[in-house]
């Protein structure tokens, strides 16, 4: 299996900070508070694209930045937020953080999406916070900072077309010359150790991704030789593209039968699967005669191929195309697919015992022992007793909870005789 790696950072913006102002014009010379929210910051996404086969496009540009969110502004105005970017990745991409492993996301279908990087909230402004005891705060809170992670994406490609055959029938060689994987070949034995994929390019426009594998040998399916124990990873090929080789040394048709009695042993339905005979190096010395016999003892035309003067390759490439598009794909048993899972760094905060209840529509009230302990401790007379207070709310993660709950923008909540406006 090729294994496309790299390593990328991404960082979602700051939320842009609460404004502290006081409403005065012609009319109210010292108004109530009026300074409005900060702006959220702008997340990243990691979105899935089918058109995608590779993640060489991150080579170029690793650090991926969302912006922050603009400050809040007097007479109540809201500060912008920033827009969220949204990375295509290939369908296939798995996520995971560098540090720790952890797979964030396996985005295996089309408009799978991740968010990697959540924005910051805005800080809200003191228009909203109002307390019965202390009428006009100078307090507002800073944006919440972004997010800033190192991120791992890794492309399993897998294939769709799998060689199989003999060692030394020609596999490898096809591969370098259908597809840029250059990869070694040699006239000895086992030169290919582990699988190799390329992708290949129909003159067409189409393409398909193809795997070649290392040789095998009568008695493969026991382990003998190398090539079995990597049969697995084209048990989702849907197409075999088996090889049989002209030259003089072996017999072509014994050699087929071998090949077709091996897959059938290994016992995943391999010799079901639709298969292309391929008669390979056509421009040695009597293989002509060598292909008229075997195709008589198939009972129908092996494809002629020579990787050296490139006969038949064309010809080779559009029919494995052409059935695949017509094959449907085989799912590999216990992979689950599909899903979209979002990754929310909010939920990592430690939580706290506390109670919400909902006293009516739009209005929220927070309890709990210690809740209601830390706010008596509290003066919330001054400006730095609230802002004590709302950034310990904020810790325990009061804003979450609401969310979860259903709370919406504007809406009140309350400790004590402390209140302040939700905002998302
Ligand atoms: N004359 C001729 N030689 C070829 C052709 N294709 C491959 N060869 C030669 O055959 C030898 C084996 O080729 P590989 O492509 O390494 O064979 P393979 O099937 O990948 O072999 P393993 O990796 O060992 O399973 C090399 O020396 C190639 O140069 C062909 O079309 N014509
Ligand atoms: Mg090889």
Redesign the pocket.
């Known amino acids: 299996m090729l294994i496309d790696r790299c390593v990328i950072e991404v960082r979602s913006g700051k939320g842009g900070d609460g404004a502290i102002s006081f409403l005065h014009d012609k009319n109210t010379e010292w108004g109530g508070p009026d300074g409005g929210n900060g702006g959220k910051g702008g997340s990243v996404f990691l979105l899935a694209k089918a058109n995608l086969n590779t993640l060489y496009n991150f080579r170029h540009s690793r650090v991926i930045m969302a912006m922050d969110g603009e400050k809040g502004h007097k007479q109540n105005m809201y500060g912008r937020s920033a827009p969220d970017v949204t990375v295509e990745v290939p369908v296939g991409t798995v996520v995971s953080i560098e540090s720790t492993g952890e797979v964030l996301a396996d985005l295996k279908k089309e408009g799978d999406i991740v968010m990697v990087a959540k924005g910051g909230r805005g800080g809200r402004g003191n228009v909203c916070f109002k307390s019965s005891r202390h009428r006009i705060p100078r307090v507002a809170e800073n944006g919440h900072p972004g997010e800033k992670k190192r991120l791992v994406l890794e492309l399993k490609m897998l294939a769709d077309a799998g060689l199989i055959?003999f060692?030394?029938?020609?596999?490898?060689?096809?591969l370098n010359v259908v597809s840029r994987a250059n990869v070694e070949?040699?006239?000895?034995?086992?030169?290919?150790l582990i699988p190799n994929l390329g992708v290949v390019h129909l003159k067409d426009g189409r393409s398909f991704v193809l795997a070649?594998m290392?040789?095998l040998i009568k008695g493969a399916h026991e382990g003998k030789g190398l090539g079995i124990q990597f049969l697995r990873h084209i048990e989702r090929c849907r197409v075999l593209i088996h090889?049989v080789s002209m030259s003089e040394e072996r017999d072509p048709y014994q050699d087929y039968q071998t090949i077709n009695d091996e897959l059938k042993d290994y016992g995943a339905d391999l010799e079901k699967r639709p298969q292309l005979v391929v008669a390979?190096?056509?421009?040695?010395e009597g293989a002509e005669e060598r292909k008229e016999k075997f195709d008589k003892q198939l009972g129908f035309k092996s494809l002629p191929?020579?990787?050296?003067t490139h006969l038949g390759v064309d010809p080779l490439l559009k029919k494995a195309m052409d059935l695949i598009e017509k094959t449907p794909e085989f799912p590999l048993k216990g992979i689950v697919t599909g899903g979209v899972k979002v990754y929310d760094a909010h939920l990592d905060k430690q939580a706290e015992d506390f109670e919400i209840v909902k006293l009516r529509p739009h209005v929220w009230h927070i309890q709990g022992e210690k809740v209601e302990k830390t706010y008596a401790l509290i003066n919330i007379t001054t400006d730095e007793g609230i802002a004590k207070l709302v950034k310990y709310l904020d810790k325990i993660g009061v804003d979450d909870r609401l969310y979860d709950m259903g709370a919406q923008d504007g809406d009140s909540v309350t400790v004590g005789e402390f209140e302040f406006i939700y905002t998302r």
Do not use: I
């Not at 070949?185 to 290919?192: I, V």
């Not at 390979?280 to 040695?284: G, K, N, Q, S």
């Open positions: 055959g060692p030394s029938v020609g596999k490898s060689t096809f070949t040699a006239d000895y034995p086992f030169t290919t070649d290392p040789g090889m390979t190096r056509m421009d040695e191929l020579s990787s050296l």
